[in-house]
T-cell receptor, first 116, second 110 residues
Framework: NAGVMQNPRHLVRRRGQEARLRCSPMKGHSHVYWYRQLPEEGLKFMVYLQKENIIDESGMPKERFSAEFPKEGPSILRIQQVVRGDSAAYFC??????????????FGPGTRLTVL | DAKTTQPPSMDCAEGRAANLPCNHSTISGNEYVYWYRQIHSQGPQYIIHGLKNNETNEMASLIITEDRKSSTLILPHATLRDTAVYYCIVRVDSNYQLIWGAGTKLIIKP
């Protein structure tokens, strides 16, 4: 049973470009969460999605950031017009549907975004 | 803000038990204690969680005090591969957000 998959593992962008981060949840999981981690800090919650629905995006910056989890395919975290402050590790986690988001979250390996 | 307090770092000799403390004095009755660890440059790995009873799995044991204001994660026979940052998180069962503190950096020494 494959774990949570994220790609790319490393992404380099220049200021002003767009970054697209992908997350495929574990098999059978329908809840996806995105977290951001700055160096030497703990993870910060960004957004919680179920298939075709954004449940909570309270941790997402209001501008330039968006997330989706379509009916088919991976969840996408999109950052438009990246700035140097967006440089961080972005982690995706997934959980099964039974407990409506309250179950244990399992994390992917992360995408390390570097903005030049 | 995180509702937990952990020492910033700890050392442990290889083969010995590593005991990682966590204070959560404001924990509510319906909040679970979760432990994750993050090995350098990897995604967080779930270890164990509990509500009020002690828990054990193949990775670790979790001891929660009777008043639930603190807990200890025990790695019974630490190996070099257990070197990581360990995070203690309290979480309401119905709340999906994990609030992460700074964790404890555990270094296992040969």
């Amino acid at each position: 049973n494959a774990g949570v998959m994220q790609n790319p593992r490393h992404l380099v962008r220049r200021r002003g470009q767009e970054a697209r981060l992908r997350c495929s949840p574990m098999k059978g999981h329908s809840h996806v969460y995105w977290y951001r981690q700055l160096p030497e800090e703990g993870l910060k919650f960004m957004v919680y999605l179920q298939k075709e629905n954004i449940i909570d995006e309270s941790g997402m910056p209001k501008e330039r950031f968006s997330a989706e989890f379509p009916k088919e395919g991976p969840s996408i975290l999109r950052i438009q017009q990246v700035v140097r402050g967006d440089s961080a590790a972005y982690f995706c986690a997934s959980s099964p549907p039974e407990l409506a988001g309250a179950d244990t979250q399992y994390f992917g390996p992360g995408t390390r975004l570097t903005v030049l | 803000d995180a509702k937990t307090t952990q020492p910033p770092s700890m050392d442990c000799a290889e083969g010995r038990a590593a005991n990682l403390p966590c204070n959560h004095s404001t924990i509510s009755g319906n909040e679970y204690v979760y432990w994750y660890r993050q090995i350098h440059s990897q995604g967080p790995q779930y270890i164990i969680h509990g509500l009020k009873n002690n828990e054990t799995n193949e990775m670790a044991s979790l001891i929660i005090t009777e008043d639930r204001k603190s807990s200890t994660l025990i790695l019974p026979h630490a190996t070099l591969r257990d070197t990581a940052v360990y995070y203690c998180i309290v979480r309401v069962d119905s709340n999906y957000q994990l609030i992460w503190g700074a964790g404890t950096k555990l270094i296992i020494k040969p």
